[in-house]
Each structure stands twice: as structure tokens, then as C-alpha cells.
């Protein structure tokens, strides 16, 4: 299949589906790969269930909520999605790209945009014997629903906002959490931090420190114990029920890597005005863009969204002059 387009959007995680909405209020059409099956990113793929609270005019929202959110207000614009597919190559072809994916469809776009968040991602699995024979069913990289280990004993091992924020939500619905991490000190947000705390002395969870991973007890498949050791080399048994196991994700840029866009450490490297990269024509927004200052939070990504598509306007209408007005005013109309 071959198709044209004004933009073409690699990554459908909630930047990149902001991006449709902000390309749409400036009459530019938009086609948008993602190598998952379904929109979303990580949002969808990792933490569906888990609250985001720095989101304007939402105090809280669901991740998978906010996904619902970004396509109803992209659907004006007639996006079309291509899910399931990986772009492979990137090539100019005049003024345009043609982009081609794994399925081989070729998408001919005035202009890219690179929403891919941190690539290609998986998780940093632990260095532990039998990890493999407990994964899907007692080992656990990412949480889907919390409703599944309600009344279960949980160990979650971790020392970062994920881990701190996932404990936070499942002392709800858990019979019991140890949290295990290596050291005393917490790499999470401080208030969340302060909220675990209250919940150790309330005697709800336990606190495991400082010790790591040792191993795993279990038969068939069916997870009974995590030995935990100390830096002294003493260790704890640790019933449970199910481990999860929060180190961060692997990150690999894959093709974009090859595409000759000037990088920084992994990242794509843009002006912050119009998160314009190397390459004329190809722009990059979200936590795959990098320039001095960057913070790394979705709404960072969603005013990164706006400026790409503004600088992109003039190339997609070559002489016609942009009058911004703001969308009270415009209105939301079919691009």
C-alpha cells in the first residue's frame, strides 16, 4: 500500500497523538505509525492503569483514560493509524520523505515528525537463576490491572518512581507488600516517598533495606519465595505471591538510529523552538527529543506537539500565511 500525506507521525504515545490534533487545527492531514498494536505507547502497553496527576484540568487520570482522551480529540481530524508496524527506512524523495514500514507500506509526507517516546523498549530483567520459569506468572515487569493481585502477597523490588508509585496503588488491594530496594534513600518523587513511609509505619507494607535480589523459590511455574540479600551477604525469605520487578526499560533508538539525525546520548537532538532536527523537514518531539533544559513530562511533549507544528506549516502550504488564532475562537473543524 502506498499512501500521501502531509505528515507522517512515527509514534502513537500521547505526544504523538497530540501532535494529530495541533497538525488538524492547522489543516495539515496526518498518517501515524506505531510498532504496537494498539495507541498509546507506554500508557497503553505498560501502566494502563496507573494515575498521572500532572496532566492540566485533570488533578488525576488514568493513563489509559488519557489515551481515550487524545484520540477523541484527534478524531476530527481523520487520522489514519497504521498500528503493528515499524518503520524500517526514511528516505528524501524531492521535497518529501517516503517512509516505509515493516508491512511494507510506503507513506510519501511532506514532513516527519519522530514521536517515538524512548524507542523500542523493554524491561531491565534482574540477573536472577529461573527468572525465566516465573515471568507471566510470578514475575512481573509492568502492572495491567490492578484487580489481579488483589489479595495477593507482593514483592516489589525497586527504587524509582515506578516501584514507589505502583506501591502506593496496589496497598490498596494487596494482602501484603515487601519493598525491596539496595539502598535506604528512594530515587522517587519526595511526596511519594513520604506516602510509602506513612504507609510502612502504619505497619501496611514492610520495608526491605538495604538488600537486592538473591533468588527465586517456586515449582511449576508458581512463585512461593524471593530470597533477599544484604551487603554483608545475609539473607531473608521473602513469601510471596508474585514479584514485580521495576529496574527501568531498555531503550534502543532501532532503524531511527540509522537515519544520519544528529544524536545525544541516544536522543534526537532539535532546536527547542520548533523541535526541528538535523534534517530539514524531519522534527522530534517528546522523550526521544533532547536540547538544553528539557524536561521529560507529557506536557512538555504536548507544547513540543504545538511548536513541530507550526514550523511544519510553512512546508505543507509553501507561501500561504499562517495567522495563529486560538482554538476558542477557531473552533475545531475537519482538516
Not at 496497598?171 to 501484603?176: F, L, R, S
Not at 519526595?190 to 535480589?213: C, D, H, K
Not at 534526537?268 to 533532547?290: E, N, Q, R, Y
Amino acid at each position: 500500500m502506498s499512501v500521501r500525506t502531509d505528515v507522517a507521525i512515527i509514534g502513537a504515545g500521547p505526544v504523538g497523538l497530540f501532535a494529530v490534533f495541533e497538525c488538524g487545527m492547522l489543516k495539515m492531514r496526518c498518517h501515524v505509525v506505531d510498532a504496537l498494536d494498539i495507541a498509546g505507547g507506554q500508557c497503553a502497553a505498560l501502566y494502563p492503569e496507573k494515575p498521572i496527576y500532572d496532566i492540566p484540568g485533570y488533578p488525576r487520570i488514568d493513563a489509559a483514560a488519557l489515551i481515550d482522551k487524545l484520540q477523541e480529540q484527534a478524531a476530527p481530524f481523520q487520522p489514519t493509524y497504521h498500528l503493528g508496524e515499524r518503520v524500517e527506512s526514511l528516505a528524501a524523495e524531492g521535497d518529501d520523505w517516503r517512509l516505509t514500514t515493516t508491512r511494507g507500506t510506503t507513506i510519501v509526507a511532506r514532513a516527519v515528525i519522530v514521536a517515538a517516546g524512548v524507542g523500542a523498549f523493554g524491561p531491565n530483567r534482574p540477573p536472577l537463576a529461573r527468572l525465566a520459569e516465573f515471568e507471566g506468572t510470578g514475575v512481573h515487569y509492568l502492572v495491567r490491572k490492578r484487580e489481579d493481585f488483589r489479595g495477593k502477597r507482593l514483592v516489589i523490588a525497586g527504587g524509582g518512581d515506578s516501584a514507589i508509585d505502583w506501591t502506593l496503588s496496589l496497598a490498596d488491594v494487596a494482602a501484603h507488600i515487601d519493598v525491596v530496594h539496595r539502598r535506604d534513600k528512594f530515587r522517587a518523587a519526595p511526596e511519594s516517598v513520604a506516602q510509602m513511609n506513612a504507609l510502612a509505619a502504619a505497619g501496611r507494607i514492610s520495608l526491605v533495606t538495604p538488600y537486592q535480589l538473591d533468588s527465586l523459590e517456586g515449582e511449576a511455574g508458581r512463585l512461593e519465595a524471593v530470597i533477599v540479600k544484604d551487603l554483608d551477604g545475609g539473607t531473608r525469605r521473602l513469601a510471596t505471591d508474585h514479584l514485580l520487578a521495576f529496574f527501568g526499560l531498555a531503550q534502543n533508538l532501532g532503524p531511527i538510529a540509522k537515519w544520519g539525525l544528529a544524536l545525544d546520548r541516544n536522543l534526537v537532538k532539535v532546536d527547542p523552538a520548533t523541535c526541528a532536527t538535523s534534517t530539514p523537514g524531519i522534527h522530534a518531539i517528546g522523550d526521544i527529543a533532547t536540547y538544553p533544559g528539557k524536561l521529560k513530562l507529557i506536557l512538555t511533549g504536548f507544547a513540543e506537539a504545538a511548536s513541530a507544528a507550526h514550523a511544519i506549516h510553512p512546508r505543507v502550504f509553501p507561501g500561504e500565511a499562517l495567522h495563529f488564532v486560538y482554538s476558542t475562537s477557531k473552533g475545531v473543524g475537519g482538516a
